[in-house]
């Protein structure tokens, strides 16, 4: 699956944002899909994922209670909804697409997007 993320940028600490992740192809009604994110000079790391049917969600501990996944599957689109942004969640963005759950989770998904940049100030 060819994957475009959007609607990163620049954002001041405890604001809100969200971003979205297109899916160019039939597969994105069955397949689950996370978001990851990388910061400077550190591992990706794992954010969030959603079932195919958004009916399982799970969440990074750092991350619980402020953010929301949810999905479109008319649209072919994710969507990770950002409040009470701080600066530690400074990075770039990576949503996830694949058929096994366990392995988006895991890091080990089907397809990558490209990325975006989210930036939060203090």
């Known amino acids: 699956a060819q994957l475009v993320e959007s609607g990163g940028g620049l954002v001041q600490a405890g604001g809100s944002l969200r971003i979205a992740c297109a899916a160019s192809?039939?597969?994105?009604?069955?397949?689950?899909m996370g978001w990851f994110r990388q910061a400077a000079g550190k591992e990706r790391e794992f954010v969030a994922v959603i079932s195919w049917s958004g009916g399982t969600t799970n969440y990074a501990d750092s991350v619980k209670g402020r953010f929301t996944i949810s999905r479109d599957n008319v649209k072919n689109t994710v969507y990770l909804q950002m409040n009470n942004l701080k600066p530690v969640d400074t990075g770039i963005y990576y949503c996830?697409?694949?058929?096994?759950?366990?392995?988006?989770?895991?890091?080990?998904?089907?397809?990558w997007g490209q990325g975006t940049q989210v930036t939060v100030s203090s």
């Open positions: 996830a697409s694949g058929y096994v759950f366990d392995l988006v989770v895991a890091g080990n998904p089907d397809s």
């Open positions: 192809d039939g597969t994105f009604s069955i397949n689950a």
